[in-house]
């Protein structure tokens, strides 16, 4: 796919990878905290997240539009959630949401499409 930086691409999946945790980790580890501990900690994750994710979004920016950008972002999000789902948090992944990343992963062909 003409346009698509990978390099951007790689540190986006660190980046939601990092994101994810914050967003869902503290419902693993700290699921008895009081829930403002629980903000703090996944804003001083999402301050991490930022520092890879803004890089990522000014390299993709290079060689992507906007559209395609945001597209990436969404498709890499949800690749990215399977394994954090699987294996840190230890749930499946429906059918639904299978069926729904085609959806997106066509939306990638669709945005990338000359």
Sequence with gaps: MA???WI???MLAASNS???YAWYGHLKN???APVWKAVLVSWA???GEYAIMVPANRIGSRTMSL???KIV???VALLVFVPFSAFVMKQGVS???AAASLCILAAVFLIFRG
């Design 30 to 32: 700290m699921a008895d």
């Design 73 to 75: 972002q969404e498709a």
């Design 95 to 97: 059918w639904n949401y």
């Design 67 to 69: 559209e395609q950008l």
């Design 45 to 47: 994750i999402a301050l």
């Design 8 to 10: 951007a691409v790689l």
């Design 18 to 20: 990092v994101m994810l």
């Design 3 to 5: 346009g698509l930086n």
